[in-house]
């Protein structure tokens, strides 16, 4: 019987379900709250954050579990605990008020509200009492309270000041649009290279994130340019980070971030959103240079998702925890409790020779390898990562390199089963759409580049959930999350932008024009809902709900790209599918709006830059006409995603299956005729084509051309 129990209990959401039984009087966020706050005359404690952030968690315990706190915030606040997940819309107003004001961000996110949703207050992460310079949470609380009852007028005018500056200076104006160069991305290259850490790899010093929409910029950079430190800068960033601790070499898949500047000591929660951007830009990395390395850390991470992140529909998860129950200390947490090994233990596990192996190869050590530890978290532990190479370990053992592969592999292979009897760190189960369409696209890309059957299969069965769970066909509506058997939260901007992407890229996997009609479909009600029609841009959030406060229009690509880079691609894509010159008009629009932050800093958008580049190159538009799997089709179709073209459309006539579903779109379509018989390639740029081609090697000659990457493995090949 739990001793206390508050509104959350009634929730479906695991970061609520969480906090159900905290002794704060907790509401979720809508008018139950909001009305006892304005007939009590309270202010709003608004807490935000999400199920697997380890700094929740901490809070959660020193503070939210602590009864002399939780009797101050029941007697001078109405407090209210927000899913950042679920609800991007409250945690992206509130977020925008705390970077203005604090000039940081993060969460657990803090803030304090008017009862009319103003926010006057706010922070991050609050120790219980003074710690680390840091004001103690309950002192800060009174002194809120205090202010509140002294100075309330003043607040009150104050908040509301705060909130028309922050209107302000989230609006997009296209009057101060600028006239963007051709130059842009070389700008945006030159900004992401000062940035770079030619030692470690990566952008930027510690601590260290993936922020996978840089690379894969610079990558679609090189494939115009030629410039061959872009290329450089992105394969040594994703060794290090495959090589690192924030890559789980036991479990496959990819911590947060690194902690450090080495990618030694991670942040240990796995999102769904690192996962799919992550296999994409190894996907690319090995599209381009056909190392293998690549491929097997695309598999790697694929695999990993399959099996611990798909729920029994094909639906994708949104997240594991950072946190787990330390082995033999029932109800201690820590950190990492589940990934970290000691000595002896993989001694035991292993046996002694076994073992010398393996932690020569992850570095292992007797005394713990981790360097920086000023928590004490990591005392006679190891994180495990990559220190020396293989090759290195046959000559010292005596060895040829496949015994160590294969002494290594079954090593892993036990180890990890040993690891599976731990407790498991808490999986967050709930579905959000927008992580899916990413996660989509992944799997549809590894079966394009890898042939992968099975990539397909799970690519098509989340795309079938979605629809059947998240989507109601009568009024062509997105839902954001689906949990305990419950969908619910009309989808926001970056719920369609992410859903479309992967919807296009499954059709250019499968060539089932279904997939095509619905990413239309969703596009023009993306357009009804988000299209700013006077500014250009989409807003993240619908305006339907009076409860949030601005409607911002999202541009910065961070742990996830913004919906209007997204956007931008997508409708460049559709433009050239279709043939429908609105959808070009409409990513014109988007570059117009954004243009004076293009202009200013083009490396904080670099998946926007990308889709800059694809308005300003030359796109190809590639059609196959053929029968659907048969031989010579597929061998076409194969040698297209052999080689990195960034900027190209492909799809399929085929007269048995497709054309029936698109003619009625895309008129063009019907035009289309294999030759001779045979499955034939139509190579288009700027409304017009080249002579049609049957052989690959042909198809290759073509799509070869103007593309660097692509020119260099047509000629691996021809040697």
């Known amino acids: 019987m739990q001793k206390y129990t508050n509104k959350l209990a009634n929730e479906k959401n695991p970061y609520l379900l969480q906090h159900a039984h905290n002794p704060v009087d907790w509401y979720p966020w809508g008018e139950e709250a909001f009305a006892k706050a304005r007939e009590e005359n309270k202010p709003i404690f608004l807490s935000i954050g999400y199920s697997t952030c380890h700094w929740c968690h901490v809070m959660a315990r020193e503070s939210f579990e602590s009864t002399a706190i939780a009797e101050v915030l029941n007697r001078y606040f109405v407090s209210v605990k927000v899913d950042r997940e679920e609800r991007p819309d409250v945690d992206r107003v509130y977020m925008t008020f705390i970077q203005a004001t604090t000039g940081g961000g993060g969460?657990?996110?803090?803030?304090w509200l008017t009862p009319d949703l103003k926010p006057f207050f706010g922070g991050t992460y609050y120790p219980p009492e003074e710690r680390w310079g840091r004001i103690g949470f309950k002192n800060l609380l009174l002194k809120i309270a205090d202010a509140w009852r002294t100075d309330h007028a003043g607040i009150i005018a104050s908040s509301a000041d705060m909130l028309e500056r922050l209107r302000q200076a989230t609006t997009t104006k296209t009057t101060d649009a600028v006239q963007l160069e051709r130059t842009l991305p070389d700008r945006a290259y030159q900004q992401l290279k000062e940035s770079y850490d030619p030692v470690q790899g990566g952008f930027g010093d510690a601590p260290k994130f993936p922020r996978p929409s840089a690379p894969d910029f610079l990558l679609r950079y090189y494939a115009r340019t030629g410039t061959r430190?872009?290329?450089?800068?992105?394969?040594?960033?994703?060794?290090?980070?495959?090589?690192?601790?924030?890559?789980?070499?036991?479990?496959?898949g990819f911590h947060r971030y690194a902690v450090d500047e080495r990618w030694h000591v991670p942040h240990f929660e796995k999102m769904l959103y690192d996962q799919a951007q992550l296999a994409n830009s190894y996907l690319d990395a090995y599209q381009l240079t056909h190392e293998a390395f690549y491929a097997e850390v695309a598999r790697d991470i694929l695999h990993y998702v399959r099996r611990d992140m798909t729920g029994t529909q094909g639906q994708f998860y949104s997240a594991e925890d950072a946190d787990s129950e330390v082995p033999g200390r029932p109800g201690k947490h820590a950190e990492g409790a589940f990934y970290v090994w000691?000595?002896?233990?993989?001694?035991?596990?292993?046996?002694?020779r076994h073992a010398a192996i393996f932690n020569c190869r992850y570095g292992v050590e007797k005394n713990g390898n981790v360097l920086n530890d000023p928590h004490g978290e990591?005392?006679?532990?190891?994180?495990?990562?990559?220190?020396?190479p293989v090759e290195e370990l046959a000559k010292q053992f005596g060895l040829s390199e496949a015994e160590i592969e294969k002494t290594l592999s079954a090593s892993r292979a036990l180890l990890r089963e040993k690891r599976d009897l731990r407790p498991r760190p808490h999986l967050d189960d709930k579905t959000i759409t927008a992580w899916n369409g990413l996660m989509i696209s992944a799997y549809a890309r590894a079966y394009q580049i890898l042939g992968d059957e099975d990539c397909l299969m799970t690519a098509t069965a989340a795309t079938v959930f979605v629809r059947e769970n998240l989507y109601t066909p009568t009024n062509g509506i997105l839902l954001r999350r689906y949990f305990d058997g419950e969908a619910a939260i009309e989808g926001y901007a970056d719920d369609y932008a992410l859903m479309i992407h992967g919807l296009l890229d499954l059709y250019e996997a499968s060539f089932d024009g279904a997939h095509l009609k619905w990413a239309i479909g969703l596009q023009k009600m993306q357009d009804r809902l988000f299209l700013d029609t006077r500014e250009g841009g989409y807003f993240g959030t619908s305006g339907n709900d009076k409860t949030i406060l601005m409607r911002i229009q999202e541009d910065y690509d961070g742990a996830e790209p913004s919906a209007n880079s997204v956007s931008l691609q997508n409708l460049l894509r559709l433009a050239q599918m279709t043939g429908?010159?609105?959808?070009?008009?409409?990513?014109?629009?988007?570059?117009?709006?954004?243009?004076?932050?293009?202009?200013?800093?083009p490396h904080a958008m670099p998946r926007m830059i990308s889709a800059f580049?694809?308005?300003?190159?030359?796109?190809?538009?590639?059609?196959?006409?053929?029968?659907?799997?048969?031989?010579?089709?597929?061998?076409?179709?194969?040698?297209?995603?052999?080689?990195?073209?960034?900027?190209?459309?492909?799809?399929?006539?085929d007269e048995a299956t497709i054309r029936r579903k698109l003619e009625t779109h895309f008129n063009f379509i019907a035009s289309i005729e294999p030759v001779d018989g045979k499955a034939t390639a139509y190579v288009c740029e700027n409304g017009s084509c080249k002579l049609p081609v049957t052989d690959p090697r042909d198809l290759r000659a073509y799509l070869s051309h103007g593309y660097y990457g692509a020119h260099e493995i047509m000629e691996r090949k021809e040697e």
């Not at 872009?230 to 789980?248: C, I, S």
């Open 342 to 352: 000691e000595h002896d233990e993989i001694d035991s596990i292993l046996g002694h």
């Open 229 to 252: 430190d872009a290329l450089e800068m992105v394969l040594f960033t994703l060794r290090k980070m495959a090589d690192g601790g924030m890559h789980d070499h036991l479990g496959g």
């Open 613 to 653: 580049d694809f308005h300003f190159d030359t796109p190809r538009q590639i059609i196959i006409a053929g029968k659907s799997g048969a031989a010579d089709t597929r061998e076409l179709i194969r040698t297209l995603h052999e080689l990195f073209i960034p900027y190209k459309t492909v799809m399929l006539a």
């Open 580 to 601: 429908n010159q609105e959808f070009r008009a409409q990513a014109e629009q988007i570059i117009a709006a954004f243009s004076p932050k293009l202009e200013q800093a």
């Open 378 to 388: 990591f005392h006679n532990r190891n994180v495990l990562i990559v220190s020396r």
């Open 107 to 111: 969460w657990p996110m803090s803030v």
